[in-house]
């Protein structure tokens, strides 16, 4: 029997351990949290795979509901907006059965995102060490919080202040950064 508000995957094609990992969850999604760049598009989308479940990227759910892009949006709204944007964007996801939810960086920082994930998600934290954070970033022109003059300190300084919050995560996960 299927259990309400599970989405329509075949259980069969899972494997045993995602099969019990999926059972623990019930309707609960998971939802990854971590600096920008930390890997929560890349992994999520892996652990998706592996569990059989939906993959859902906010930021790129935002940028297709508003046609613009993550900059734009902050360079026309300003930041404050586009939390609040994430954050419902974050509640209209939790309806729908387990799936896997990969968050932009700051929402864990808007206090009522912070709590609904806290209360109706397995949320886990990318701790990505700071050093490959940087050298993911350094060249990545596009995003808002670290444009202009030493986005290097910019990136320490977002570090520091956003770790308390990501530490609130239920799991913490620190994923081996992959050389090809
Ligand atoms: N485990 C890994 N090993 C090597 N490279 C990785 C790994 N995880 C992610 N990357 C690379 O790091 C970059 C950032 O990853 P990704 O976009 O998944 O981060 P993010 O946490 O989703 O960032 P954002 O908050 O900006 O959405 C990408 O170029 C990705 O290919
Ligand atoms: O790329 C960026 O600088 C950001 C993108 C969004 O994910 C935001 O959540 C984050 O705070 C900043
Ligand atoms: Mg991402």
Request: without cysteine; proline residues 7%; glycine residues 8%.
């Amino acid at each position: 029997m299927q259990a309400v508000g599970q989405p329509s995957i075949p259980d069969t094609a899972r494997s045993p351990v995602a099969r019990e990992i999926v059972a623990a969850l019930g309707v609960r999604p998971i939802v990854l949290v971590g600096m920008p760049g930390a890997g929560k598009s890349t992994i999520g989308r892996l652990f998706a795979k592996r569990l059989r479940l939906p993959f859902i990227d906010t930021d790129k759910k935002i940028e297709k509901e508003t046609g613009r892009s993550i900059s734009q949006i902050f360079e026309l709204y300003g930041e404050e907006y586009f939390r609040a944007l994430e954050a419902r964007v974050i509640a209209g996801l939790f309806e729908t059965g387990p799936v896997v939810i990969a968050t932009g960086g700051g929402s864990f920082m808007h206090e009522q995102s912070r709590r609904l994930i806290g209360k109706k998600a397995v949320s886990i934290w990318l701790d990505t060490k700071l050093e490959v954070i940087e050298k993911r970033l350094r060249n990545d022109m596009s995003r808002p919080l670290l444009r202009g003059p030493n986005p290097e300190q910019k990136i320490a300084r977002l570090f520091k202040e956003w770790k308390p919050f990501y530490e609130q995560a239920e799991l913490i996960f620190a994923p081996v950064p992959q050389t090809r």
